[in-house]
């Protein structure tokens, strides 16, 4: 039997059951699946770590359903709060001070003294969360390093057996990640480009987003080689060579497009699909046309240089 919002329920009993239960069940949002346990489980977020084989030093996001739970894991500095105002439910996540008594595991915020907060946008991620009871987190659903998944056959692919079930919400519109914004001092700090454009906060904030301050606890998770196709990635190719794989964009076209039409938004859309797909036809190596540093080109370009680094 189908629910409100199209989803079989015994699909969404069983993935509510199984959070509960401590397991893992990789969920869509609106930016990529995500790789969902309950926050407050410490056994459950090392599974995560597990399953993914991710760097315990890079700490996860905390989804909860609106800013009032998010209230009572962090403290909301007036920054804070006029974003989550303006940008909750959607692709910006928050890193804010731990509040004291906060549910969430120390293991998710990976020993620092702060939290990364999101809410979703997607009805069967705010479901999966309103429905459990608590806050979920959810790193990418993809193996640490590798291609971000925007489909539950990515997730089948790059995780199997690994994870317990997935909730299929077809295609995600984002495409890519939220961006992350870090109000831990005086100076609102962009620690991740994504699926928000820095300009909207910028805007909304009235004042320009710094860059991460220096030292691994600012940033931890800003890792030089991620997103890693199997693939080697050549980017802003202005001619296509023989032999090489083609992501186009715009007029510099391909078979696979990023957009025709020069639409950053449905550019970020397609990204992780199409490197999917490339690498999936077994190319030693892909070119990419290049995309103009603008808006959402800004996280697009810092997606690609991470899969063009060289591999650890
Ligand atoms: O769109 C998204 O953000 C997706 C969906 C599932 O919500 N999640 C996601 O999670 O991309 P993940 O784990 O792949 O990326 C989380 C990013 C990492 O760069 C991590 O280092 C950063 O957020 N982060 C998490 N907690 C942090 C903290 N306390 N301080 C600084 N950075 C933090
Ligand atoms: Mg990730």
Redo the contacts with the bound molecule.
């Keep these: 039997m189908l629910n409100a919002i199209g989803q079989d329920m015994n699909d969404m009993q069983r993935a509510i059951d199984i959070v509960r239960a401590g397991g893992l069940v990789a969920f869509p949002t609106e930016t990529v699946y995500g790789l969902g346990a309950d926050a407050t489980n410490d056994l459950a977020v090392a599974r995560i770590f597990e399953a993914k084989q991710r760097p315990h030093f890079n700490p996860l996001i905390a989804h909860v359903t609106d800013v009032e739970e998010a209230f009572a894991l962090a403290e909301f500095p007036a920054a804070a709060l006029t974003l989550a105002a303006k940008f909750w439910p959607g692709p910006l996540t928050l890193v804010l001070p731990r509040q004291a008594g906060c549910a969430v595991s120390l293991l998710a915020s990976a020993g620092l003294p702060s939290i990364a907060l999101r809410v979703p946008q997607h009805p069967l991620a705010l479901e999966l969360i309103r429905a459990s009871g608590r806050p979920i987190v959810a ?2 659903a ?1 193996p640490s390093g590798k291609i ?1 998944p925007t489909t539950a056959d990515h997730v089948r692919e790059g995780l199997g057996e690994k994870v317990a079930m997935i909730l299929d919400g077809g295609p995600c519109a984002v495409g890519l ?1 939220s961006t992350v914004v870090s109000l831990l001092d005086d100076a609102p700090r962009l620690l991740r480009a994504g699926g928000l454009p820095r300009d909207m906060i910028e805007d909304v904030l009235g004042r320009k987003l710094q860059g991460p301050a220096n030292g691994p606890l600012h940033a931890p998770g800003q890792l030089a080689s991620h997103y890693a196709p199997r693939a080697q990635m050549r980017l802003n190719a202005t001619q296509w060579q023989d032999g090489e794989a083609r992501l186009g964009f715009s007029a510099m076209d391909a078979p696979l497009n990023l957009s025709r039409s020069g639409n950053l938004v449905e550019a970020a859309a397609n990204l992780f699909a199409m490197l999917h797909q490339l690498d999936g036809q077994g190319a030693a190596l892909i070119a990419v046309a290049p995309i103009p540093d603008i808006s959402l080109g800004e996280a697009i370009n810092d997606r690609l240089r991470r899969a063009a680094a060289p591999r650890a």
């Design positions: 790193p990418s993809n971000s990640e």
